[in-house]
């Protein structure tokens, strides 16, 4: 008795063949993106928080020019005193 070959024996030999790839279709519209104004507000609003926050709190500029100031004995007089004591008692709320 004999017995024909039906197949192949090793039955992984038929995903060993590559597949011919199909050729993408090209589309006439591209992809887009749009986003509201409140989304940029939103981006804006991040944007700005992250440079804060990254900030130094104390500006040393600042300081200096400050410090400059204090050194000439005619910038204290009775107007920057009033000026000054006023800003304290606002933000202690004793105004």
Do not use: C, H, W
Request: proline share 3%; glycine share 4%; aromatic share 6%.
């Amino acid at each position: 008795m004999t017995i024909e070959r039906l197949g192949p024996i090793d039955s992984i030999s038929r995903f060993n063949k590559a597949n011919k790839a199909n050729k993408t279709e090209k589309k006439e519209n591209a992809d887009s993106i749009s986003f509201s104004k409140e989304a940029k507000n939103l981006g804006e609003i991040y944007k700005a928080t992250e440079e804060v926050k990254i900030a130094p709190d104390i500006r040393m500029d600042r300081v200096e020019e400050v410090k400059a100031k204090l050194q000439d004995p005619s910038y204290i007089d009775e107007k920057v005193l009033e000026s000054v004591a006023e800003n304290v008692l606002d933000m202690f709320g004793l105004t």
